[in-house]
C-alpha cells in the first residue's frame, strides 16, 4: 500500500524527522507530479513549497521491507529537494525496528542518516534477494532472512536492520533522483518565471539546476540564463565556473552581445579554461570585431602556447582572412615551441 501527503496534514503520530526536517514548513501545491518506482510502477509525487518560495517533493510509502513478512512494514515520509537530492525522512505510525523488534535508537537514527545521505553507498549494488549469503544449517535470523548478511552490505546498514536500511536507501536513490530532476527541469522550461524566481531564492543551489539542465539539453536557455552562464566565466567557485564554462556551448555563440562579453573576460581566464571556450566558439559563423582583436592579440603578449594553437585552428576554421597589420603581427612572433611554431607558420602560409 502507497499513501501520498504531507507530513504536516497527517493525523498520525511521527515517531521521528530528519533533523533537517525539523525546521521546514512545507505546504502541498495543487500539482501533482508521477514517477516510475523501481518496478516500473507509476507513482504519484507531491509537488511542496516553503514560505521562501523553495520547492520540494515529497512521497509517503508503507511498505514492507524483508523478503518473508516476519518484518514490520515500514510507514515512511520521503522529502526530496527540488533538483532530487535527499533531504529527509518522517517515520509514521510506529518507530522504525531491528530483527529482533527492537526500536531504533537516536544512535541508529543517526548511523541510518548518514546512509542515506550516501548516494552511491555500497547498497546500491545489491537487490533484497543479495543481501545475504547462502544460508547454512543452524544459521542466525537476520532481518526475517536465513543466512548471514554480506560483509560489505552490513558495513554499509544500521546494525541488525539490513532490510529497513536497503529497502528505504534504494526507495531514496534508485532512479528517483533522476526522475525528479527532469521533472523539475519540465517545470522550469513551461515557467520561466518561477525558475528566476528560484535562481533568486538559493542561487547556489538552484543555479547548479539550471545549468546542469543547460548542459544536458533538457532545459533551453533564456536572456537570464545566459546572463547566469556569463558571468559565471570567470567566478570563484570552480564547480560553478566548470559548469557556465560546460553550459556556454549551448549559447548562441555566434552572437555578437555573447562574443563581446568573452573578449572581455578572456583574459581573466585559466588557459585550460580559454581553450575550453574556444573549442565551443569554434562552431560560431563568424567572430565579432572585440573577440578577434582579443584573440589575435594574444600573439603579443606571453599566452601559453597551447592556447594559442587552438586559436589558430579557430581562426582557420573561421577561414578569417588576415589584415596587414595582423599578418604581421604573427609575422613577428618569437618562440621556441615547436608546435606553435610549425602550426603558425602553416597558418600564415595558407593566407
Given at each position: 500500500?502507497?499513501?501520498?501527503?504531507?507530513?504536516k496534514?497527517?493525523?498520525?503520530q511521527?515517531?521521528y524527522q530528519?533533523?533537517?526536517?525539523r525546521?521546514?514548513?512545507?505546504v502541498p501545491l495543487?500539482?501533482?507530479h508521477q514517477?516510475?518506482?523501481d518496478?516500473?510502477?507509476?507513482?504519484s509525487?507531491a509537488?511542496l513549497?516553503?514560505d521562501?518560495g523553495?520547492?520540494?517533493w515529497?512521497?509517503r510509502?508503507?511498505?514492507?521491507?524483508?523478503?518473508t513478512g516476519?518484518c514490520?512494514p515500514v510507514?515512511?515520509?520521503?522529502?526530496w529537494?527540488f533538483?532530487g537530492k535527499?533531504l529527509g525522512?518522517a517515520?509514521y505510525?510506529?518507530?522504525?525496528?531491528k530483527?529482533?523488534?527492537?526500536?531504533?535508537?537516536?544512535v541508529?537514527y543517526a548511523?541510518?542518516?548518514?546512509i542515506?545521505?550516501?548516494e552511491w553507498?555500497?547498497?546500491?549494488?545489491y537487490?533484497?534477494e543479495?543481501?545475504v549469503d547462502s544460508p547454512n544449517?543452524?544459521a542466525?535470523t537476520?532481518?526475517?532472512?536465513t543466512?548471514?548478511?554480506?560483509?560489505?552490505?552490513?558495513?554499509a546498514?544500521v546494525?541488525?536492520?539490513?532490510?529497513t536500511?536497503?529497502?528505504i536507501?534504494?526507495?531514496?536513490h534508485?532512479?528517483?533522483p533522476e526522475?525528479?530532476?527532469?521533472?523539475a527541469l519540465?517545470?522550469?522550461n513551461?515557467?520561466?518565471?518561477l525558475?528566476?524566481?528560484?535562481?533568486?531564492v538559493?542561487p547556489?543551489?538552484?543555479?547548479?539546476l539550471?545549468?546542469d539542465?543547460?548542459?544536458?539539453g533538457?532545459?533551453?536557455p533564456?536572456?537570464?540564463?545566459?546572463?547566469?552562464i556569463?558571468e559565471?566565466?570567470?567566478?570563484?567557485?570552480v564547480?560553478?565556473?566548470?559548469r557556465?564554462?560546460s553550459a556556454?556551448?549551448?549559447l548562441?555563440?555566434?552572437?555578437?552581445s555573447?562574443q563581446?562579453?568573452?573578449?572581455?573576460?578572456?583574459p581573466l581566464?585559466a588557459?585550460?579554461?580559454?581553450?575550453r571556450?574556444?573549442g565551443?566558439i569554434?562552431?560560431?559563423?563568424?567572430l565579432?570585431?572585440?573577440l578577434?582583436?582579443r584573440?589575435i592579440?594574444?600573439f603579443t603578449?606571453?599566452?601559453?602556447?597551447?592556447v594559442?594553437i587552438?586559436?589558430?585552428?579557430?581562426l582557420?576554421?573561421q577561414k578569417?582572412?588576415l589584415?596587414?597589420k595582423?599578418?604581421?603581427l604573427l609575422?613577428?612572433?618569437?618562440?621556441?615551441h615547436?608546435?606553435?611554431?610549425?602550426t603558425?607558420?602553416?597558418?600564415?602560409?595558407a593566407r
Amino acid at each position: 500500500m502507497i499513501c501520498i501527503g504531507p507530513a504536516k496534514s497527517d493525523p498520525v503520530q511521527t515517531y521521528y524527522q530528519s533533523p533537517g526536517l525539523r525546521e521546514l514548513k512545507p505546504v502541498p501545491l495543487p500539482e501533482q507530479h508521477q514517477l516510475r518506482d523501481d518496478q516500473g510502477a507509476v507513482q504519484s509525487v507531491a509537488a511542496l513549497a516553503d514560505d521562501r518560495g523553495n520547492r520540494y517533493w515529497y512521497r509517503r510509502i508503507f511498505t514492507p521491507v524483508c523478503l518473508t513478512g516476519e518484518c514490520r512494514p515500514v510507514d515512511i515520509g520521503i522529502y526530496w529537494t527540488f533538483s532530487g537530492k535527499y533531504l529527509g525522512i518522517a517515520v509514521y505510525r510506529e518507530p522504525l525496528t531491528k530483527t529482533d523488534h527492537s526500536v531504533f535508537s537516536p544512535v541508529d537514527y543517526a548511523m541510518l542518516e548518514r546512509i542515506l545521505q550516501d548516494e552511491w553507498s555500497d547498497l546500491r549494488e545489491y537487490t533484497a534477494e543479495e543481501l545475504v549469503d547462502s544460508p547454512n544449517p543452524g544459521a542466525d535470523t537476520l532481518d526475517g532472512v536465513t543466512g548471514a548478511t554480506k560483509q560489505a552490505v552490513a558495513q554499509a546498514a544500521v546494525k541488525d536492520a539490513v532490510y529497513t536500511t536497503h529497502t528505504i536507501w534504494h526507495l531514496i536513490h534508485d532512479g528517483e533522483p533522476e526522475q525528479l530532476n527532469l521533472l523539475a527541469l519540465k517545470i522550469m522550461n513551461e515557467d520561466r518565471g518561477l525558475m528566476h524566481r528560484l535562481l533568486n531564492v538559493d542561487p547556489a543551489d538552484y543555479r547548479a539546476l539550471v545549468l546542469d539542465g543547460v548542459v544536458s539539453g533538457h532545459l533551453a536557455p533564456d536572456t537570464i540564463v545566459q546572463e547566469l552562464i556569463l558571468e559565471g566565466l570567470t567566478a570563484d567557485d570552480v564547480r560553478y565556473r566548470d559548469r557556465c564554462i560546460s553550459a556556454f556551448s549551448r549559447l548562441d555563440v555566434s552572437n555578437e552581445s555573447v562574443q563581446n562579453r568573452v573578449a572581455d573576460r578572456y583574459p581573466l581566464l585559466a588557459p585550460a579554461d580559454q581553450t575550453r571556450l574556444l573549442g565551443a566558439i569554434q562552431k560560431a559563423t563568424a567572430l565579432s570585431p572585440a573577440l578577434r582583436a582579443r584573440l589575435i592579440g594574444q600573439f603579443t603578449e606571453n599566452a601559453q602556447p597551447w592556447v594559442l594553437i587552438r586559436t589558430l585552428r579557430l581562426l582557420e576554421a573561421q577561414k578569417i582572412a588576415l589584415s596587414d597589420k595582423e599578418r604581421q603581427l604573427l609575422s613577428s612572433m618569437k618562440t621556441g615551441h615547436d608546435a606553435l611554431r610549425k602550426t603558425l607558420d602553416a597558418f600564415l602560409s595558407a593566407r
